[in-house]
């Protein structure tokens, strides 16, 4: 709560900075500076507003460890297996791996780069706003206020923020949508080529971007507005990575798709369409002015015709912004959207609409009518700039702004989505992580366990411990083979293999709990009756209880060695 208190304080210090020294900002280095540092402190409030790291974060982790041990991108030591769609992101958080041992250093390592990502969203949002202006207006002065409201907005995103300091790879992945933005504008094919290779590794939803770029430029060339070769300079861009990554990927998984993306496209598409609909729905409703800031800007270019080739230019990239955020949606939409909240599959598309929604303010600055004296030999304004100062000072956008900054924060703390639902995962993870150490330190190394739980359970566990996921991210045979089956959201699936897992995988330990209970259970899971049996036990000091299933023939050895921790207690449930 003090951590909540402290960010709207944050918000309300930068709404006043904006609003009272908005003809400064725009005009005044310093002022501008001063602001867009009181944003990167909101944005660092609002992602320690969430502070969670993300159970989905450990499976990333897990593989990263591995890989900086030596056993190569594995989950389990020797099965190659891709469970993961986050290749680069996995990457970057398994280096500092390579030179400690300790496994915190991983995930300390996956919070500060999400963090560090974060901010760097809200500095490439302020520098794309303010260089599509001076796209559609060289020589002028700009408004350069207008990317200090284009920060303030990416830092008030609860898509983001929420996963700043979650361990996943979408901060990364909005920084890169941002930078491939970036290298768009300033007509740098080969750079965005090598973004957009670099995004497709951080999430596969990235091929949407992918296209959209190369017929941006595709298009940009029949206009006149880019060299012929600059598609071909952005495919080269892209390929110089994706080739050689896809090779090695299939000599060391031997298939094009990683498991994850198996198995969400199994079952019926109309379940999945229906999920992906209500998955975009619930977004847009939480950020309704978002989108209605985004509806104001497309009516904008609709109208703004017959314009400077420079204008057009500008009026050209910001198309490009909705292409990108509608292809997006339009990706999440058709793989049933997902399970994490806050949205996280569509991080980048709140801080495309503040770019987008800012910087057409700026084009209709630029294009409105300049009602302009005579000119004279002494006039140092030939082309009206002055007169459309009233315009630039005009505080009404910095109050829109701000005001639109607040309701997302407001979206964090009440919507069930956000806040809240972020905490009962935080919850979870921290629990099953608990019972992830007692694992470690009880069970002799080689012992197989399973779960559906494949996250802060497995990486506490270690990698001497064989985990065994029920729904198949990471095993082949449950992924590609396995039945589909529809998780509570509808339309989002998993797969699994039951009799494969009990009798071919012969867990000697299996758990279905996402963390303690408040009561013993003593019922067990028919997929095991008959091999296993409950064991019970209580979490010592504390009204928490935890219940696996043990291999009946072992049963007496697990429950004995599990027994032996001090802070779990077995209880018969006889």
Same mark, same amino acid.
């Given at each position: 709560?003090?951590?909540?208190?402290?960010?709207?304080?944050?918000?309300?210090?930068?709404?006043?900075?904006?609003?009272?020294?908005?003809?400064?900002?725009?005009?005044?280095?310093?002022?501008?500076?001063?602001?867009?540092?009181?944003?990167?402190?909101?944005?660092?409030?609002?992602? &320690?507003?969430?502070?969670?790291?993300?159970?989905?974060?450990?499976?990333?982790?897990?593989?990263?460890? #591995?890989?900086?041990?030596?056993?190569?991108?594995?989950? #389990?030591?020797?099965?190659?297996?891709?469970?993961?769609? #986050?290749?680069?992101?996995?990457?970057? @958080?398994?280096?500092?791996?390579?030179?400690?041992?300790?496994?915190? =250093?991983?995930?300390?390592?996956?919070?500060?780069?999400?963090?560090?990502?974060?901010?760097?969203?809200?500095?490439?949002?302020?520098?794309?706003?303010?260089?599509? =202006?001076?796209?559609?207006?060289?020589?002028?002065?700009?408004?350069?206020?207008?990317?200090?409201? +284009?920060?303030?907005?990416?830092?008030?995103?609860?898509? &983001?923020?929420?996963?700043?300091?979650?361990?996943?790879?979408?901060?990364?992945?909005?920084?890169?949508?941002?930078?491939?933005?970036?290298?768009?504008? %300033?007509?740098?094919?080969?750079?965005?080529? =090598?973004?957009?290779?670099?995004?497709?590794?951080?999430?596969?939803? /990235?091929?949407?971007? +992918?296209?959209?770029?190369?017929?941006?430029?595709?298009?940009?060339?029949?206009?006149?507005?880019?060299?012929?070769?600059?598609?071909?300079?952005?495919?080269?861009?892209?390929?110089?990575?994706?080739?050689?990554?896809?090779?090695?990927?299939?000599?060391?998984?031997?298939?094009?798709?990683?498991?994850?993306?198996?198995?969400?496209?199994?079952?019926?598409?109309?379940?999945?369409?229906?999920?992906?609909?209500?998955?975009?729905?619930?977004?847009?409703?939480?950020?309704? /002015?978002?989108?209605?800031?985004?509806? @104001?800007?497309?009516?904008?270019?609709?109208?703004?015709?017959?314009?400077?080739?420079?204008?057009?230019?500008?009026? %050209?990239?910001?198309?490009?912004?909705?292409?990108?955020?509608?292809?997006?949606?339009?990706?999440?939409?058709?793989?049933?959207?997902?399970?994490?909240?806050?949205?996280?599959?569509?991080?980048?598309?709140?801080?495309?609409?503040?770019?987008?929604?800012?910087?057409?303010?700026?084009? *209709?600055?630029?294009?409105?009518?300049?009602?302009?004296?005579?000119?004279?030999?002494?006039?140092?304004?030939?082309?009206?700039?002055?007169?459309?100062?009233?315009?630039?000072?005009?505080?009404?956008?910095?109050?829109?702004?701000?005001?639109?900054?607040?309701?997302?924060?407001?979206?964090?703390?009440?919507?069930?989505?956000?806040?809240?639902?972020?905490?009962?995962?935080?919850?979870?993870?921290?629990?099953?992580?608990?019972?992830?150490?007692?694992?470690?330190?009880?069970?002799?190394?080689?012992?197989?366990?399973?779960?559906?739980?494949?996250?802060?359970?497995?990486?506490? +566990?270690?990698?001497?411990?064989?985990?065994?996921?029920?729904?198949?991210?990471?095993?082949?045979?449950?992924?590609?083979?396995?039945?589909?089956?529809?998780?509570?959201?509808?339309?989002?699936?998993?797969?699994?293999? *039951?009799?494969?897992?009990?009798?071919?995988?012969?867990?000697? =330990?299996?758990?279905?709990?996402?963390? *303690?209970?408040?009561?013993?259970?003593?019922?067990?899971?028919?997929?095991?009756?008959? &091999?296993?049996?409950?064991? %019970?036990?209580?979490?010592?000091?504390?009204?928490?209880?935890?219940?696996?299933?043990?291999?009946?023939?072992?049963?007496? $050895?697990?429950?004995?060695?599990?027994?032996? $921790?001090?802070?779990?207690?077995?209880?018969?449930?006889?």
């Amino acid at each position: 709560m003090v951590v909540t208190a402290v960010t709207f304080v944050a918000w309300l210090v930068l709404a006043v900075v904006l609003v009272i020294g908005w003809p400064r900002i725009n005009a005044q280095r310093s002022w501008r500076f001063a602001a867009l540092g009181l944003t990167l402190l909101l944005s660092l409030f609002h992602q &320690l507003v969430y502070a969670t790291v993300a159970g989905d974060a450990y499976v990333t982790f897990r593989y990263a460890r #591995n890989l900086a041990d030596g056993h190569g991108p594995v989950y #389990n030591i020797g099965e190659y297996v891709e469970g993961y769609a #986050n290749f680069l992101w996995m990457l970057l @958080v398994a280096v500092p791996g390579t030179v400690s041992d300790d496994p915190g =250093v991983i995930v300390a390592t996956g919070v500060v780069l999400g963090v560090a990502s974060a901010l760097g969203c809200v500095l490439l949002a302020y520098t794309l706003t303010n260089r599509i =202006v001076r796209l559609a207006q060289p020589g002028g002065p700009g408004l350069p206020g207008l990317g200090v409201l +284009a920060a303030a907005l990416t830092a008030a995103a609860s898509s &983001l923020a929420a996963y700043g300091a979650s361990g996943v790879e979408a901060p990364l992945f909005v920084l890169l949508t941002l930078t491939l933005c970036l290298a768009l504008t %300033s007509g740098r094919a080969v750079v965005a080529g =090598v973004t957009v290779a670099l995004a497709v590794m951080t999430r596969p939803e /990235a091929l949407v971007f +992918a296209v959209v770029g190369l017929a941006w430029f595709v298009v940009e060339a029949v206009r006149g507005r880019r060299a012929g070769t600059a598609a071909v300079a952005y495919l080269a861009g892209a390929a110089v990575l994706l080739v050689p990554w896809t090779v090695w990927r299939l000599t060391v998984y031997e298939h094009l798709l990683p498991n994850l993306v198996v198995s969400r496209w199994n079952g019926s598409w109309s379940n999945r369409l229906a999920s992906g609909w209500d998955y975009v729905g619930g977004f847009a409703l939480a950020y309704q /002015a978002f989108v209605a800031l985004a509806v @104001v800007a497309i009516a904008l270019l609709l109208t703004r015709r017959g314009l400077p080739p420079s204008v057009l230019r500008a009026r %050209s990239v910001m198309w490009l912004l909705v292409a990108l955020a509608v292809g997006h949606v339009a990706a999440v939409l058709v793989s049933g959207g997902g399970l994490m909240p806050v949205w996280r599959l569509l991080s980048p598309v709140p801080v495309l609409l503040a770019v987008l929604g800012t910087a057409a303010y700026g084009l *209709f600055v630029v294009t409105s009518p300049a009602k302009t004296a005579p000119a004279s030999s002494a006039d140092p304004d030939p082309d009206g700039e002055n007169a459309r100062e009233p315009l630039v000072r005009r505080r009404t956008v910095p109050v829109v702004a701000m005001v639109l900054c607040g309701l997302s924060l407001v979206v964090t703390v009440v919507h069930p989505r956000a806040l809240p639902a972020m905490d009962e995962l935080r919850t979870s993870a921290t629990q099953l992580a608990e019972i992830g150490r007692w694992f470690h330190t009880s069970l002799p190394p080689g012992t197989v366990i399973s779960t559906h739980n494949t996250g802060a359970l497995a990486y506490e +566990a270690g990698p001497a411990i064989v985990v065994v996921d029920v729904f198949g991210r990471t095993d082949e045979h449950i992924a590609r083979e396995g039945t589909p089956m529809e998780m509570a959201t509808r339309g989002v699936y998993v797969a699994r293999d *039951f009799d494969y897992v009990v009798n071919e995988r012969a867990p000697a =330990v299996a758990i279905d709990d996402t963390g *303690f209970t408040t009561s013993q259970q003593c019922g067990i899971n028919p997929a095991y009756a008959g &091999l296993y049996e409950v064991a %019970s036990f209580r979490r010592e000091s504390t009204p928490y209880w935890v219940s696996v299933y043990v291999r009946r023939v072992a049963a007496t $050895h697990l429950i004995q060695l599990l027994d032996r $921790h001090s802070a779990f207690t077995y209880v018969s449930c006889l």
